[in-house]
């Protein structure tokens, strides 16, 4: 009999051969491969698929060869997401980790007195040193003492840092202010990556003035400071920051400039206790210091004739009694005062914090960023060098105040000649801004071109030099 069920299963069990192993489909496959039974448009579509693949293998291998691409850009977390708060949490729990490290006051003064009772003192000089094994002697000490986080100062390659006597022994107190800077400056940099809100290593003028303002009560020139004069103090002080570590004008300062900065150690300098006899010349000099502050704000008041919180190139012609030449008020009006700041055709004026800028730059005319803010204003053209014409015009103004003042006839072929061998510019035609840099005397000659009294006090050198030795002779 047929059996049904039986020729079910031999059916069921015989397998279909793959579509690749069937001659027909091979046969249909080389025949549209090969292009021969398409149309125009169909092949012009498979040549661009080919051209199209051999690129991106090309471009695959290239890649491959290079090596991975760094990415250049990474999109900021928005405002309230997850993302920022775990990385706001994630930066606060590191901040903390690594002040937990520091020393604190009473460590510091442990190691300082550990210093003392285990070093050598010299006979002649009476100076406190300790050799290499004392060396070693006091970090174990100060281990057992203070804890596991002072020994990364006690390294070999710390103590070859310092200069060693003919018996190979370093003086403690260098090694002591050593520490104490490094600690400070690490506190520092905890305290202002704090207040980095976007964590990019960077510091906004906001950001910068909170810092400073956390710091005022520490700093023992700065306690007494009336509280509505804070912001205006911390406006001022944040400033001298952004103009010597900002010099591209971006708004922010990078952390690591800042803390290298000389600004950051002048400001450290109020730390010191007024009873230390600080005079009045010093604390003048101190842009940081309170008298410092009143002064430029006291300066910028009284040029403010219409009292309407900017200056006009009038008013600013005022500065330093007049001193400084009208060129170079124009210029410094041309380069550094934005456009727009008021309305009207001419109302362009000079804000607040465009006039620090311009007192920062002539109070430090003798450092890069201050001589790159005047040189600016004495490129007449915007060439980036300066010809003898351009001397020649500059000067023209300071010999009509010098001769309005009463002093003798000068040649100003003379004073030109002068100034191009004070700078020694490498092109025997023009001087630029390297070239004033170089010649360690760009100060001078910006002074001699843009302001009377500048330009005496270089005529008058010599005589001032000597007033300056007779009371030291006293």
Same mark, same amino acid.
């Given at each position: 009999?047929?059996?049904?069920?039986?020729?079910?299963?031999?059916?069921?069990?015989?397998?279909?051969?793959? +579509?690749?192993?069937?001659?027909?489909?091979?046969?249909? &496959?080389?025949?549209?491969?090969?292009?021969?039974?398409?149309?125009?448009? /169909?092949?012009?579509?498979?040549?661009?698929?080919?051209?199209?693949?051999?690129?991106?293998?090309?471009?695959?291998?290239?890649?491959?060869?290079?090596?991975?691409?760094?990415?250049?850009?990474?999109?900021?977390?928005?405002?309230?997401?997850?993302?920022? &708060?775990?990385?706001?949490?994630?930066?606060?729990?590191?901040?903390?980790?690594?002040?937990?490290?520091?020393?604190?006051?009473?460590?510091?003064?442990?190691?300082?007195?550990?210093?003392?009772?285990?070093?050598?003192?010299?006979?002649?000089?009476?100076?406190?040193?300790?050799?290499?094994?004392?060396?070693?002697?006091?970090?174990?000490?100060?281990?057992?003492?203070?804890?596991?986080?002072?020994? &990364?100062?006690?390294?070999?390659?710390?103590? $070859?840092?310092?200069?060693?006597?003919?018996?190979?022994?370093?003086?403690?107190?260098?090694?002591?202010?050593?520490?104490?800077?490094?600690?400070?400056?690490?506190?520092?940099?905890?305290?202002?990556?704090?207040?980095?809100?976007?964590?990019?290593?960077?510091?906004?003028?906001?950001? $910068?003035?909170?810092?400073?303002?956390?710091?005022?009560?520490?700093? +023992?020139?700065?306690?007494?400071?009336?509280?509505?004069?804070?912001?205006?103090?911390?406006?001022?002080? /944040?400033?001298?920051?952004?103009?010597?570590?900002?010099?591209?004008?971006?708004?922010? +300062?990078?952390?690591?400039?800042?803390?290298?900065?000389? +600004?950051?150690?002048?400001?450290?300098?109020?730390?010191?206790?007024?009873?230390?006899?600080?005079?009045?010349?010093?604390?003048?000099?101190?842009?940081?210091?309170?008298?410092?502050?009143?002064?430029?704000?006291? $300066?910028?008041?009284?040029?403010?004739?219409?009292?309407?919180?900017?200056?006009?190139?009038?008013?600013?012609?005022?500065?330093?009694?007049?001193?400084?030449?009208?060129?170079?008020?124009?210029?410094?009006?041309?380069?550094?005062?934005?456009?727009?700041?008021?309305?009207?055709?001419?109302?362009?004026?000079?804000?607040?914090?465009?006039?620090?800028?311009?007192?920062?730059?002539?109070?430090?005319?003798?450092?890069?960023?201050?001589?790159?803010?005047?040189?600016?204003?004495?490129?007449?053209?915007?060439?980036?060098?300066?010809?003898?014409?351009?001397?020649?015009?500059?000067? &023209?103004?300071?010999?009509?105040?010098?001769?309005?003042?009463?002093?003798?006839?000068?040649?100003?072929?003379?004073?030109?000649?002068?100034?191009?061998?004070?700078?020694?510019?490498?092109?025997?035609?023009?001087?630029?801004?390297?070239?004033?840099?170089?010649?360690?005397?760009?100060?001078?000659?910006?002074? $001699?071109?843009?302001?009377?009294?500048?330009?005496?006090?270089?005529?008058?050198?010599?005589?001032?030099?000597?007033?300056?030795?007779?009371?030291?002779?006293?």
């Amino acid at each position: 009999m047929y059996n049904a069920s039986g020729d079910g299963e031999a059916s069921a069990s015989r397998k279909i051969p793959p +579509a690749t192993s069937m001659l027909w489909v091979r046969n249909l &496959r080389r025949f549209i491969g090969s292009g021969a039974g398409l149309g125009s448009e /169909a092949l012009m579509e498979l040549e661009t698929k080919r051209i199209l693949l051999d690129i991106f293998k090309e471009k695959q291998q290239k890649s491959a060869e290079s090596g991975s691409i760094p990415s250049f850009y990474k999109k900021k977390p928005e405002d309230g997401s997850i993302s920022q &708060r775990v990385q706001r949490l994630a930066k606060r729990r590191f901040l903390k980790k690594q002040s937990d490290l520091l020393l604190n006051a009473d460590d510091l003064d442990a190691m300082w007195n550990c210093l003392r009772e285990n070093c050598v003192i010299e006979d002649a000089t009476g100076a406190e040193k300790m050799n290499y094994e004392d060396f070693c002697h006091i970090a174990s000490v100060c281990t057992e003492q203070i804890g596991p986080k002072c020994r &990364r100062f006690f390294s070999p390659s710390n103590f $070859m840092k310092f200069e060693k006597d003919e018996s190979g022994r370093i003086a403690i107190l260098p090694f002591y202010l050593y520490v104490m800077r490094t600690v400070s400056l690490t506190q520092a940099r905890i305290d202002m990556s704090e207040l980095d809100e976007d964590s990019d290593g960077f510091l906004q003028p906001h950001e $910068m003035e909170r810092y400073i303002d956390g710091l005022i009560p520490n700093l +023992a020139q700065l306690r007494d400071m009336p509280v509505t004069y804070m912001q205006t103090y911390c406006r001022i002080a /944040a400033h001298k920051f952004f103009f010597f570590c900002d010099p591209h004008r971006r708004g922010k +300062a990078c952390i690591k400039k800042v803390l290298l900065s000389n +600004a950051l150690q002048e400001l450290m300098e109020l730390h010191q206790e007024s009873e230390e006899e600080v005079t009045d010349t010093e604390q003048a000099e101190n842009w940081f210091s309170l008298t410092s502050a009143q002064r430029v704000c006291d $300066m910028f008041i009284a040029l403010d004739k219409d009292t309407n919180g900017t200056l006009s190139k009038q008013e600013l012609r005022e500065y330093a009694d007049g001193s400084l030449t009208d060129i170079f008020i124009e210029r410094a009006f041309d380069e550094h005062v934005r456009r727009g700041k008021t309305g009207g055709g001419n109302g362009r004026e000079m804000d607040f914090e465009s006039f620090l800028d311009f007192v920062l730059a002539l109070e430090n005319k003798d450092t890069q960023e201050g001589l790159t803010y005047l040189f600016r204003c004495l490129d007449l053209h915007g060439r980036g060098f300066l010809t003898t014409a351009d001397i020649h015009t500059l000067f &023209r103004d300071v010999h009509q105040k010098w001769i309005d003042g009463g002093n003798y006839e000068l040649c100003i072929e003379d004073v030109r000649d002068e100034i191009w061998d004070m700078v020694k510019p490498g092109d025997p035609l023009k001087i630029t801004l390297a070239d004033l840099l170089s010649c360690k005397q760009g100060g001078t000659v910006a002074s $001699m071109l843009i302001d009377v009294r500048g330009f005496w006090a270089h005529d008058n050198r010599e005589n001032l030099l000597q007033e300056e030795e007779e009371p030291e002779e006293e």
